[in-house]
């Protein structure tokens, strides 16, 4: 298979924690098979489309727990870009949380790699 780009949108229309995605668990029992994947996030773009400044708060849970990537703060109609490079794995999942509600539009720009089977 090949490797993948791939682009997830999330509005944050609420102030609860948000999934963006989820790498998929293997399965090559299944049909059709669930190949391993490794997702590298490449971007992550958040978009204030309101008058007034927002906090979105990133996200990589392991599965098991929560850790904090990052606190970004975007100023009233602006758009911030954070182009560091994060690794998730099977199972992983990037939530993103917003300070206040129908504020922030996220964008996440990411390389799908799945191994060959």
Same mark, same amino acid.
């Given at each position: 298979?090949?490797? $993948?780009?791939?682009?997830? +949108? /999330?509005?944050?229309?609420?102030t609860?924690?948000?999934? /963006? =995605?989820? $790498?998929? $668990?293997a399965?090559v029992a299944? *049909?059709?098979?669930?190949? $391993?994947?490794t997702?590298? +996030?490449?971007?992550?773009? !958040?978009h204030?489309?309101? @008058?007034? *400044? %927002?906090v %979105?708060?990133?996200t990589?849970?392991d @599965? *098991?727990?929560?850790?904090e990537i @990052?606190? %970004?703060?975007v100023?009233? #109609?602006?758009? #911030?870009?954070?182009? #560091? !490079? =994060? %690794? =998730?794995?099977?199972?992983? *999942?990037?939530? /993103? &949380?917003?300070?206040a509600? #129908?504020?922030? +539009?996220?964008?996440v720009? +990411?390389?799908?790699i799945k &191994?060959q &089977?």
């Open positions: 298979m090949a490797d $993948v780009f791939e682009r997830y +949108l /999330v509005d944050l229309t609420t609860d924690s948000t999934n /963006v =995605f989820t $790498v998929p $668990v399965n299944a *049909t059709p098979p669930t190949p $391993v994947s997702y590298i +996030l490449k971007n992550i773009t !958040i204030n489309d309101s @008058g007034s *400044t %927002v %979105v708060t990133l990589h849970n @599965g *098991t727990s929560d850790f @990052g606190n %970004v703060t100023s009233a #109609n602006s758009t #911030n870009t954070n182009s #560091n !490079i =994060f %690794v =998730f794995s099977a199972g992983d *999942t990037l939530k /993103v &949380q917003a300070n509600a #129908n504020r922030a +539009l996220v964008s720009s +990411l390389l799908n &191994q &089977q």
